[in-house]
């Protein structure tokens, strides 16, 4: 059973648009919640993060929302950049799961020129 | 922007070979991880270490060991490979509490 669902395998935007990345989980005792980048043949690479204390944090064109009535969250990036094209992790931790990691499938985000 | 490193980066190997895929983490880091990913799937965890001299299995079962004998050092080890081991092996290393992980560059392994 997944608990973190990144339901659309796959986004394609035209370069300096929004790019709105969802994803969505299921236990309600996540309360710390990232985004990852991944390159082929690369590991993962962090992005931002978001504690359920809060619904927004941004850093520079990077942006996550969480909604934690909706168990949603989503990362925003704006102007979205040719260069950002890669797989995005969702990925979701519960306190006292001693910084163990859920992830998602990841979505496949390419930026047109 | 963390210090892992994942030795060798891709590896061929035959069936019935025992392997043994390296990690080194240069920032003092406590935790560290071992994930098998495959391709449009998520990350697997697969072995994890909180400290020295302590290994647990992750949530995927797996036919590899691990030890921790160093804390900068996280090897993991395959006694005999198999064609389903085939997989990309991404290690990493987390130093806060709240879990934060960074990861090394990979290692694609395939077993033919």
């Known amino acids: 059973d997944q608990q973190v669902k990144q339901n659309s395998p796959s986004l394609s935007v035209q370069e300096g648009r929004i790019s709105i990345l969802n994803c969505d989980y299921t236990?309600?005792?996540?309360?710390?919640f990232l985004w990852y980048k991944k390159y082929p043949a690369e590991g993962p690479t962090f992005l931002i993060s978001i504690s359920s204390i809060k619904d927004k944090n941004e850093d520079g064109r990077f942006t996550v929302f969480l909604n934690k009535s909706a168990k949603h969250l989503s990362l925003h990036i704006v102007p979205s950049q040719p260069g950002d094209s890669a797989v995005y992790f969702c990925a979701a931790s519960a306190t006292g799961a001693n910084s163990k990691l859920t992830f998602g499938k990841g979505i496949t985000l390419s930026v047109r020129p | 922007e963390a210090d892992i490193y994942q030795t060798p980066r891709y590896l061929v190997i035959g069936t019935g070979k025992k392997i043994t895929l390296e990690c080194s983490q240069t920032m003092g880091h406590d935790k560290m991880y071992w994930y098998q990913q495959d391709p449009g799937m998520e990350l697997h965890l697969i072995h994890y270490?909180?400290?020295?001299?302590?290994?647990e299995k992750g949530d995927l079962s797996s036919e590899s060991t691990v030890s921790r004998i160093r804390t900068e050092h996280f090897p993991l080890t395959l006694e005999s490979a198999r064609p389903s081991h085939t997989s990309q092996y991404l290690c990493a290393s987390s130093g806060t509490p709240r879990g934060t992980q960074y990861f090394g560059p990979g290692t694609r392994l395939l077993v033919l």
């Open positions: 236990n309600s005792m996540f309360d710390y």
């Open positions: 270490s909180y400290g020295v001299n302590s290994t």
